[in-house]
């Protein structure tokens, strides 16, 4: 038994795909972004219900979402672990 995942392609903004989702009650969502291209790798984490994003290494979400789902911890818990994610850097070209 896993955990089960969607990949949201659409178009529209982040509010809008984070909207959408709270809607239907998905507790947890991955955002993959420019920052994720940077060393070290890493994606967002928000949580649903505080709307709290953290940031965290690639090679380790699928452990955190794995462990939140089946309780065997707690958003606390990983919020202690990880820095938040306030906001996105600004890309340049």
Known sequence: MDVSHKVDDSSGSIGRRYARTDEIAIPYGITIDFDTLKEPHSVTLRERDS?????IPVDEIADVVRNLS???????????KYP???????TTK
């Open 51 to 55: 709307m709290t994003q953290l940031r």
């Open 70 to 80: 089946f309780s065997k911890t707690t958003w606390n818990n990983v919020s202690e």
């Open 84 to 90: 938040k994610f306030e906001q996105q850097e600004a």
